[in-house]
């Protein structure tokens, strides 16, 4: 029904990896650290807020401008299931089965969604059935009408907001201000705001938090201290970071983590 794997890359700053392509068509959910794929011409950046869709031996390249390497946990479902899943929206014209879009932003319920069935399978604590219904949960989710959004923007917009993006991954404990990003991108604080929301959906600092929470859920079972990670991902406070992540996910930071040492 479905292959789930977790791939990581490591990355050099600047540097392109080889050729790749896909033997079948996947969701790539990219978990931690941030790389910029190419598909021909056409750049897409991938991070944690977003979902790569991949369609059957695409060819595309890989580099890691911000350096660090990535990971992503990659769904390859059987294409009679996975029609069913995808709108028509989503589909691009013709006789054969593909995705029209590069590239979708999920929400937070996904995000846990990804670190919960990463997880499950990591420690084999989830049987068959449970793992599938996860990995089919997960994908309806990030390509349902209401859950999903594509970017729809000029190609300048699109690389300005990719570029502002790059700047925030570089670096996920600094407490970066407009004006900082501005210079760093190359533009006006106000119009860099305008163009974010208008290609993303959400606010720059918004962005910035569903990065560090994200990041949060890779992190959680490395820390017995979570005030200690809150301030490592650039929080003020352990009692600002709970109260995030409870908006975001519907649980304390705490409650997360005893959910997923059950599991």
Known sequence: MVAVCDVCRRGIAANVGTTESADAMQLVFPYRGVSVW??????????????????????????????????????????????????????????????RQRRLRIDPRAQAL?????????????EPLEAESLALTLAQRALGTRTARAATASTGRQRLADRAKLVIASDLSRRWTLAD?????????????????????????????????????????????????????????????????????GRSPTQYRELARQR
């Open 181 to 249: 990003i501005a210079s760093k991108v190359g533009g006006s604080a106000v119009y860099l705001t305008q163009v974010f929301q208008q290609v993303e959906g959400l606010p720059l600092y918004r962005y910035q938090l569903r990065l560090r929470l994200a990041r949060a859920l890779d992190l959680m079972h490395q820390y017995d201290d979570l005030t200690a990670l809150s301030l490592t991902l650039g929080f003020s406070s352990h009692s600002h970071f709970s109260a995030a992540f409870q908006q975001a996910y």
């Open 38 to 99: 190419q598909f021909g011409a056409v750049e897409t950046v991938a991070e944690s807020n977003q979902v790569l869709l991949l369609n059957a031996a695409e060819r595309f390249r890989v580099s890691h401008p911000a350096g660090g390497g990535d990971a992503s946990l990659v769904l390859a479902i059987v294409p009679a299931q996975l029609q069913e899943m995808v709108p028509k929206a989503l589909r691009r014209d013709g006789p054969e089965f593909a995705f």
């Open 114 to 126: 990804v670190a919960i069935l990463r997880h499950s399978l990591r420690v084999g604590s989830a």
